[in-house]
């Protein structure tokens, strides 16, 4: 790994980029829901859950911008089909399944599930597998999805046993380095800290504690 020692150096010194890479994400932002709403004006289902985030933020010690930022990546800006709800029923045999015109008639217990963050939607089949998973966990209004969801987030992002609280934690895990690697995710958090940064910015007065970690030379 010789070759690329410089640019990872560069990365890793803790004093490049921007400072947001350091926001501790166990904090809350400690802002109004009607602010959180603003943000979140114009963001399809998302609009007006400002409350959930907080709920969910506070339940599970996430900050809400965080999470925000989860789920407009997610969601496309809350307009993802598993966000804005898909129908799940039991067919004859008691499975899940989705709901269509077609088999609707045979089905039983339909609900209108919802899945903000895209929680156990696998790639291949992403809309059922989310969907379902959604009915499993009992996700039947927006605000179900946004604080259930939170728990899914917090547990395995942040109060994982490496206790990854930052964003640059997430990428480089200084207490162990380089494990876990969360594969897709690890772009996804140096990605995020231009859209954590930019929620901030519509905030009055949000509250941020930084983790800036020291190597030993």
């Given amino acids: 790994h010789d070759a690329s020692e410089a640019a990872v150096a560069e990365y890793l010194d803790p004093n490049n980029h921007d400072i947001f890479q350091h926001l501790v994400l166990t904090e809350s932002v400690g802002v109004s829901a009607s602010q959180l709403n603003n943000v979140l004006s114009g963001k399809g289902i998302l609009k007006g859950l400002g409350q959930a985030f907080i709920d969910g933020g506070k339940k599970y010690s996430v900050n809400e911008v965080y999470l925000i930022a989860h789920a407009i990546l997610e969601t496309g800006h809350g307009t993802s089909q598993l966000a804005t709800g898909v129908e799940v029923g039991r067919d004859r045999n008691g499975n ?34 989310g969907a379902i998973r959604a009915y499993n966990e009992g996700w039947f209004t927006p605000e179900e999805a946004v604080v259930g969801g939170a728990k899914f987030i917090a547990q395995s992002y942040i109060h994982n046993s490496y206790n990854q609280n930052t964003l ?31 929620l901030y910015n519509q905030l009055k007065n949000p509250i941020m504690y930084f983790d800036i970690p020291r190597y030993k030379k």
């Fill in 96 to 129: 899940l399944v989705l709901v269509t015109s077609s088999n609707r008639s045979s089905l039983t217990n339909i609900r209108k599930t919802y899945n903000m963050f895209g929680i156990g939607a696998h790639d291949n089949d992403a809309v059922r597998a």
């Fill in 168 to 198: 640059y934690k997430m990428r480089w895990n200084p207490a162990n380095p380089g494990y876990p690697q969360y594969a897709t995710d690890i772009g996804w958090a140096v990605k995020q800290v231009s859209q954590i940064k930019s």
